[in-house]
């Protein structure tokens, strides 16, 4: 088990956004977390990565609590993006796979790797804050990815996508999936949970 979330609950003031909250994400397998605007999906997510603290409850990885170097093998891709709009495509993609600890080199052969599949060759030096929206997502995702994460949080992934794009990051995770990532991901995309998901948890 790559993943274990306990009994996690989280209030802000005197709203409840979870309540007891339990689910566990393998190795290989694709969980999906559904539900309305305000259901906690996203606090959820936020909790797992560290960014903020359960009330109670635990985050396990692996076979213990998790920690700040468990995040080294984590990729999480947010709702809300987070680019720096004044960098460059490559410089950007460098600077945030190697935040992960990945070496140079193997940094830089993983970014053309994706590139390639993404169709994001010649893009190296172009602006980021010149990128379409589109094409903002899709770095994020290769900047998401690239470190080879053991799992993969992602907060509504397909938002903004048409449905040529959505299909093509379907693939792409699931062949995150068959090659032995745990990706736990929210959506508002009944379709695309059905098609990719091995199980789904309703908040």
Request: some cysteine; charged content about 20%; hydrophobic content about 40%.
């Given at each position: 088990?790559?993943?274990?979330?306990d009994n996690?609950t989280?209030?802000?003031?005197?709203?409840?956004?979870l309540?007891g909250?339990?689910?566990?994400?393998?190795?290989?397998?694709?969980?999906?977390?559904?539900?309305?605007?305000?259901?906690?999906?996203t606090?959820?997510?936020r909790i797992?990565t560290?960014?903020?603290?359960?009330?109670?409850?635990?985050?396990?990885?692996?076979?213990?609590?998790i920690?700040?170097?468990?995040f080294d093998?984590?990729g999480?891709?947010?709702?809300e993006?987070?680019?720096?709009?004044?960098?460059s495509?490559i410089?950007?993609?460098?600077?945030?796979t190697?935040?992960?600890?990945?070496?140079?080199?193997d940094?830089k052969?993983?970014?053309?790797q994706?590139?390639?599949?993404?169709g994001?060759?010649?893009?190296?030096?172009?602006q980021?804050?010149?990128l379409?929206k589109?094409m903002?997502q899709?770095?994020?995702?290769v900047?998401?990815?690239?470190h080879?994460p053991?799992?993969l949080?992602?907060?509504e992934?397909?938002s903004?996508?048409d449905a040529?794009n959505?299909?093509?990051?379907?693939?792409?995770?699931a062949?995150l999936?068959?090659?032995?990532t745990?990706?736990?991901?929210s959506?508002?995309?009944q379709?695309?949970a059905?098609?990719?998901?091995?199980r789904?948890v309703?908040?």
């Amino acid at each position: 088990m790559i993943l274990q979330v306990d009994n996690i609950t989280k209030s802000f003031a005197s709203h409840v956004v979870l309540n007891g909250i339990s689910l566990h994400v393998d190795a290989g397998e694709i969980v999906g977390l559904m539900g309305a605007n305000g259901a906690g999906k996203t606090t959820l997510l936020r909790i797992i990565t560290g960014l903020l603290v359960p009330d109670s409850g635990r985050i396990m990885y692996e076979d213990h609590p998790i920690a700040i170097s468990d995040f080294d093998h984590i990729g999480y891709l947010p709702e809300e993006r987070g680019l720096y709009r004044h960098m460059s495509v490559i410089e950007q993609a460098l600077y945030f796979t190697q935040l992960k600890g990945m070496p140079l080199c193997d940094a830089k052969t993983s970014l053309q790797q994706w590139f390639t599949r993404l169709g994001m060759e010649g893009w190296e030096h172009r602006q980021t804050g010149k990128l379409s929206k589109g094409m903002q997502q899709r770095l994020q995702f290769v900047i998401t990815v690239a470190h080879n994460p053991k799992l993969l949080i992602l907060d509504e992934p397909f938002s903004g996508f048409d449905a040529n794009n959505a299909s093509h990051f379907k693939d792409e995770i699931a062949r995150l999936r068959d090659n032995g990532t745990a990706i736990l991901f929210s959506t508002h995309n009944q379709q695309a949970a059905s098609e990719l998901c091995n199980r789904i948890v309703n908040l």
